[in-house]
């Protein structure tokens, strides 16, 4: 019965060694988009944050979520950047 608990045991945790979490790998453009949002959480001061991938917009342009850290409620803000990668809207949380 231990001998079984053990190798129970180890089949578990081999399972879990094995799992990766993909990061998916930004393009040049969404790493540029990323780096606008991150600057201007820098400026102002926002402290830490974490971005989620830029999604493209049906009208133009790109937006990026952004998320502080440590998450709080309210604590994230959408960037609206523009196809010359210009800044254009900060929607904060609610």
Known sequence: MRTAFFIL???VLAGCAR???ATPQLSA?????V????RVVATNHW?????DRPQRRPEGGW???GWS??????????FI???HEKLTEIIPGL
């Open 9 to 11: 045991i180890a089949i």
């Open 19 to 21: 799992q990766q979490i």
């Open 29 to 33: 453009q969404e790493a540029r988009i």
């Open 35 to 38: 780096d606008i949002a991150r």
């Open 47 to 51: 402290g830490k944050a974490t971005f």
């Open 63 to 65: 937006s990026v979520l």
């Open 69 to 78: 850290v440590p998450a709080m409620p309210g604590g994230h803000w959408t």
């Open 81 to 83: 950047i523009d196809d």
